[in-house]
């Protein structure tokens, strides 16, 4: 099935698109749509976007849940901002298209903020943006693969196969406690910097270089001197590595934190 987000019910996701808020003077125009796509297996993920957000939840249900928001400084500009949604039965992709420019000092095209439901163990294919912020929450037993070229990326509480990257900006990969998942997280920054949270009791074993950087570790006993400069990390924390994460900053540092 393929469409756009707008007032059309069907299946197997159902859309749901609320009216365009009104605008007073100097303010600018937005919109909120959403969809509900119904996904019985195991189901597939990607979502590209160009400037906003993409923030993607792991939820108990059997569906893949849409929420877009879509701002511009004009009305007409929103309304050339297009959210396209192709769903199968196990499968969801997205694409989001902005209208262009005229000139270099034309309105900007707009941004669009997706915020997406999903079952825990998805495999997202690809999310891609870039400008703004992406975030990937609460994933176990799936995987995902998320590329930024501008701006935040995080992954939190993920128990999963994870890739992410970000161009330029900062990554932060975080765990407010530990489950004892066999998964690999590869986690890079090409201009900026990187930062793990990670529980005492966690099990896994690390890997952190910073190629031009500096790589503080908050789980190592022995601590650098405040002459030290230490570029690169391997070792193995707890009893029970199932888990592998590699963290990587080509220029910029990383920070590995014991949160409790």
């Not at 979502?47 to 792991?58: K, L, M, Q």
């Not at 994933?139 to 196969?161: E, I, K, P, T, Y």
Request: aromatic letters at 6%; charged letters at 20%.
């Amino acid at each position: 099935m393929t469409g756009s987000l707008t007032p059309t019910v069907s299946s197997p996701g159902r859309t749901v698109t609320a009216a365009a808020s009104p605008r007073s003077a100097g303010s600018s125009a937005s919109s909120r749509s959403t969809r509900q796509c119904l996904v019985p297996g195991v189901a597939t993920l990607s979502v590209a976007n160009a400037d906003g957000s993409i923030r993607v939840y792991a939820a108990n249900a059997p569906e893949i849940r849409i929420q877009a928001i879509k701002k511009s400084y004009t009305q007409e500009r929103l309304q050339g901002i297009v959210v396209d949604v192709k769903a199968t039965r196990n499968s969801v992709a997205i694409t989001t298209s902005f209208p262009p420019r005229k000139n270099a000092l034309a309105d900007r095209s707009g941004t669009v903020d997706y915020i997406i439901l999903v079952p825990p163990a998805v495999r997202i294919t690809d999310l891609s943006l870039t400008n703004g912020e992406l975030l990937v929450d609460g994933l176990r037993g799936g995987s995902a693969n998320a590329h930024l070229v501008n701006g935040w990326l995080a992954g939190h509480n993920c128990f999963a196969d994870l890739t992410l990257a970000v161009e330029t900006g900062r990554l932060d990969l975080a765990y407010d406690w530990w489950e004892y998942y066999k998964f690999s997280v590869k986690a890079s920054s090409t201009r900026g910097n990187v930062r793990a949270i990670l529980p005492s009791d966690a099990s896994l074993s690390l890997n952190a270089t910073a190629l031009e950087g500096r790589v503080a570790n908050g789980f190592e006993e022995k601590k650098a001197g405040s002459g030290d400069v230490i570029h690169s990390v391997a070792t193995v924390i707890g009893t029970d590595a199932g888990a592998a994460i590699s963290l990587e900053a080509g220029r910029g540092n990383i920070r590995i934190d014991k949160t409790y």
